[in-house]
């Protein structure tokens, strides 16, 4: 048969195969999102996210010393406070779980790239993103009173020694907000890494059951993202570059591949996705079952979201995805 073009050709061996890859991946791209709570020598697996856990900041040790130890350099924390109120103030507090637990981490382990949600759900006893208010008759939440409280969550964060804020509550204004508030507070240095392009999801349900943080009343639509949007998701991370985005964030990751692209083709700043806690959750599950094989599913869904145009992940397998990097099975 007279063939010219045979793509075959170059996925005859193994060595072949790995030089024509097209995308590269290295676990010094890797976040791993971290869960610390009040209290104390505590560590409570979370039942909806089997294998990971809420720690008590004395008892983050262990962790923090396997990533490194697997090249996994950076971890996003989210804070599980004891007291909740109407406004959040636990996610602005000088020693609130967030301020500890930074303070602990980078004075322990300064290697550790330390980037903090900023955002006032998991504060909140309503468990709303922001201030809530009445609105025309409706519960909904107060977008320029909630930038306040962001910003000085920011600042907080900024001033125990975050090395990054990744502001994740999808208010109009919050990256310009944040920015002159760190600025205004001499950190000029820290960079902004803003969930730009969030939808509201059903993929976020185990994190909700993890940082205690489900909304009381009602849902989230009236601030995160419809996911029947394309363009306005390419908006919303038009916007938070022009307000001053260092990284912008597409998630959940899996069902937005399209808009990883997009955004990715639209801007020139990098990428990031978040791999969340309903897709963790959900490998586990088929995984337990014996219905797919974890450690390869794993694999192609953190390859498909780099080759989408990420080109940082933020995964709770980013441990196990280090390993994987290191022993040549991807990357
Ligand atoms: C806080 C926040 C959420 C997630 C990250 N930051 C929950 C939400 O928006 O409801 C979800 C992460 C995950 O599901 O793994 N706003």
Redesign the pocket.
């Known amino acids: 048969m007279e063939l010219i073009n045979r793509p075959r050709r170059l996925r005859s061996t193994p060595e072949l195969r790995r030089m024509v890859r097209e995308t590269r991946i290295s676990e010094s791209s890797l976040i791993y999102?971290m869960f610390v709570m009040d209290g104390k020598s505590q560590v409570c697996e979370i039942s909806a996210?089997p294998g990971q856990y809420r720690y008590t900041v004395d008892m983050t040790d262990r962790c923090i010393e396997e990533l490194l130890e697997a090249g996994v350099s950076s971890i996003m924390l989210?804070g599980i406070p004891d007291h909740k109120d109407e406004m959040g103030t636990q996610a602005y507090a000088e020693d609130g779980i967030i301020q500890r637990a930074v303070s602990y981490i980078k004075n322990k382990y300064p290697e550790m790239y330390v980037i903090t949600?900023v955002?006032?759900?998991?504060y909140t006893s309503h468990g709303h993103?922001g201030v809530v208010c009445e609105c025309r008759g409706r519960h909904d939440v107060d977008n320029d009173k909630t930038l306040k409280l962001l910003q000085e969550t920011a600042v907080s964060h900024a001033l125990a020694g975050s090395d990054m804020v990744?502001p994740?509550?999808?208010m109009d204004g919050r990256v310009a907000a944040i920015r002159s508030a760190l600025d205004a507070n001499g950190f000029t240095d820290i960079p902004i890494m803003s969930?730009a392009s969030?939808f509201?999801?059903s993929?976020?349900?185990?994190?909700?059951e993890?940082?205690g943080?489900?909304?009381s009343f009602g849902d989230?639509r009236s601030y995160?993202m419809d996911f029947h949007n394309r363009r306005e998701a390419i908006k919303e991370a038009l916007l938070d570059v022009e307000e001053g985005a260092d990284i912008v964030m597409v998630?959940?990751c899996m069902s937005c591949q399209d808009i990883i692209r997009d955004v990715y083709e639209r801007t020139d700043i990098p990428v990031a996705t978040?791999?969340?806690?309903?897709?963790?959750a959900m490998v586990k599950a088929a995984a337990e079952k014996g219905w797919v094989d974890e450690k390869k599913i794993m694999c192609e869904m953190a390859v498909s979201a780099y080759r989408a145009g990420a080109s940082i992940y933020?995964t709770?397998y980013a441990k196990e995805l280090a390993e994987c990097i290191r022993e040549g099975i991807i990357g």
């Not at 993929?203 to 909700?208: E, L, S, V």
């Not at 978040?274 to 963790?280: D, F, I, L, Q, R």
């Open positions: 999102p996210l989210f949600d955002c006032l759900c998991e993103c990744a994740s509550d999808m969930y969030k509201a999801s993929f976020y349900g185990p994190f909700r993890a940082a943080s489900a909304p989230r995160q998630k959940p978040y791999s969340v806690s309903g897709e963790y933020e709770y």
